[in-house]
């Protein structure tokens, strides 16, 4: 703590602990710095400066939010089993001959 800043010292070992814990925080504050740089540069070089700082962003942006949101689709409807009403024809028709409900006519003894 002999240091001329210790405060600016202390700042910059948060910063870096921010940084090494959540990357897109080290890409947020390099784009800014390149607009920063931007500011003072004439049309091409500040065309290209900008150009880097949205590279810059838009990692950060794709850390904080995976890609895979962008490419994500609406959920897929659950689908309804499909029976066969076949089935159940044959089913009820078992019932009817035996229970004395319609019939073919015969009648258990």
Do not use: C
């Not at 065309?47 to 897929?76: C, H, M, N, Y």
């Not at 089993?81 to 003894?109: D, T």
């Amino acid at each position: 703590m002999m240091a001329e800043n210790p405060d600016e010292i202390l700042a910059k070992m948060n910063a870096q602990k921010v940084e090494l814990a959540e990357p897109w925080v080290m890409f947020a504050r390099l784009g800014h710095s390149a607009i920063d740089e931007a500011e003072a540069m004439a049309e091409d070089a500040k065309d290209s400066k900008l150009l880097e700082a949205r590279g810059l962003f838009e990692r950060a942006v794709s850390l904080i939010a995976p890609a895979d949101i962008e490419t994500q689709q609406e959920p897929k409807p659950i689908e309804q089993p499909k029976g066969n009403s076949n089935m159940l024809i044959s089913l009820m028709g078992a019932n009817r001959g035996i229970g004395g409900g319609q019939g073919n006519g015969s009648k258990e003894v």
